[in-house]
């Protein structure tokens, strides 16, 4: 143990860690540094938690003594004996301290769902104000939905992690504002095919060999899958698990029922919806409903599922690799998750609009097209005018690659990279 601490916290050498991209999420958990509110990061594995919580060290470490924060990784096999046992994470603290005979300050613990009730520890720890910042994160959106989880109840902030946006790459390379871009255009259109293709996780933005990106992509998919899912949620039928993700990530942006998901796998629905939110609850994919006033239309409606990650989707999946028509939709619904947009809805009736999105109480309707071209054009542009008599939609876009134009009808077609300025 007190080698896998010393090997977690390098920077108790005075030594920041070097992490290349820097995350928007960042500035939030600073704003709220002072503040005696635990700091809660929940998001899909891989997506970056450990790296913005080790940027926050970074910055810690400017002004305190690197000493006084202690950083704990529960992914490390080193730490197991702590999986059933929450209060030998005293334990840790304690033989930090010994280590470094200074006291610990700033506490972070990640991927602390490893941890059996864990609230119990941290809830204990935050009464006594043993710590002066308690930052902590998870793998799952049921993270405080446990047995213990209302002991914290009005003492955290949550946050949540997702693989990078399109803003955050463009960024990293110095393209941040439209001037940049379209003074470098071919180099931007090569960086937004290839995450439309390969996806946004950090450690796959930075790698070159494609060969490389898949077998990454590939065992993220599978671990999510094994950690987050089957043992997570004591999934007893792993091949039917995996046989009914498989075929949704075949399928993904397309109407379905869970009627339909049995039919088409031979899983019995009870299961279908089962396996559905256990891969919910491990951000690995969003279900979006039919928008509707009623509620009761919205909740019988069938619905679409959408992945967070378009590397994961062409590392598993058979055709969606050549449907550059899905993979964009997919990568623009994944998009206005990261840019805060939790309400998206779609409409299919008469005509169709990928999403209705509430912003506030006002309405935004999208279509993402890859490209709008004569084929296309009356399609995407009736399915918006659809809308906006039915529901009284004002703000209209059709989202493409690189395209932008501003039609009769006052729907405004705009590049991928504008959609963060809707």
Do not use: C
């Given at each position: 143990?007190?080698?896998?601490?010393?090997?977690?916290?390098?920077?108790?050498?005075?030594k920041g860690f070097n992490i290349i991209i820097?995350?928007?999420?960042?500035d939030k958990l600073l704003k709220f540094h002072l503040t005696k509110e635990i700091q809660i990061i929940t998001g899909l594995r891989r997506s970056g938690k450990s790296s913005l919580l080790k940027l926050y060290i970074n910055e810690l470490i400017k002004t305190e003594n690197p000493k006084s924060i202690l950083f704990i990784n529960f992914d490390d096999p080193n730490f197991s004996e702590i999986y059933k046992n929450p209060e030998k994470i005293y334990t840790i603290v304690e033989t930090a301290e010994k280590l470094t005979q200074t006291k610990i300050k700033f506490l972070f613990l990640d991927e602390i769902q490893s941890v059996s009730s864990w609230e119990k520890y941290i809830k204990s720890v935050y009464d006594a104000e043993r710590f002066d910042k308690i930052c902590i994160t998870g793998s799952?959106?049921?993270?405080?939905?446990?047995?213990?989880?209302s002991l914290l109840s009005g003492r955290y902030i949550v946050s949540q992690m997702y693989?990078?946006?399109?803003?955050?790459?463009?960024?990293?390379?110095n393209f941040s504002d439209n001037l940049t871009i379209l003074q470098n255009k071919p180099k931007v259109l090569n960086l937004l095919e290839n995450c439309i293709k390969h996806g946004t996780f950090p450690e796959i933005v930075l790698k070159n060999n494609k060969q490389i990106k898949h077998e990454i992509l590939t065992n993220y998919y599978d671990s999510i899958l094994?950690?987050?899912c089957v043992i997570n949620k004591n999934i007893r039928d792993h091949k039917s698990f995996k046989e009914l993700s498989f075929y949704i990530f075949n399928n993904l942006a397309v109407l379905y029922s869970y009627n339909s998901l049995s039919k088409a796998t031979g899983i019995n629905d009870v299961s279908v919806k089962e396996y559905i939110n256990a891969m919910q609850e491990a951000f690995l994919i969003y279900e979006i409903s039919q928008f509707s006033f009623k509620i009761k239309k919205q909740l019988k409606s069938k619905r679409?599922?959408?992945?967070?990650?378009?590397?994961?989707?062409?590392?598993?999946?058979?055709?969606?690799?050549?449907?550059?028509?899905?993979?964009?939709?997919?990568f623009v619904f994944s998009e206005l998750l990261k840019y805060g947009y939790n309400n998206i809805y779609l409409y299919n009736e008469k005509k169709e609009c990928d999403f209705i999105v509430k912003k506030g109480k006002q309405l935004i309707a999208i279509q993402a097209t890859f490209e709008i071209n004569a084929k296309n054009r009356d399609r995407e542009?009736?399915?918006?005018?659809?809308?906006?008599?039915?529901?009284?939609?004002?703000k209209l876009y059709i989202v493409t690659l690189s395209q932008s134009e501003t039609t009769n009808n006052n729907i405004s077609i705009i590049p991928i990279y504008e959609l963060r300025n809707c």
């Open positions: 143990m007190q080698n896998a601490i010393l090997l977690h916290n390098q920077h108790w050498q005075n820097k995350r928007h999420l960042l799952n959106s049921k993270l405080l939905l446990g047995n213990y989880s693989p990078l946006s399109l803003s955050e790459i463009l960024n990293h390379y094994i950690k987050d679409k599922l959408y992945s967070i990650d378009n590397g994961l989707i062409t590392a598993t999946s058979l055709n969606f690799s050549e449907n550059k028509g899905k993979l964009f939709e997919n542009i009736n399915g918006l005018i659809s809308v906006q008599k039915k529901f009284q939609i004002s």
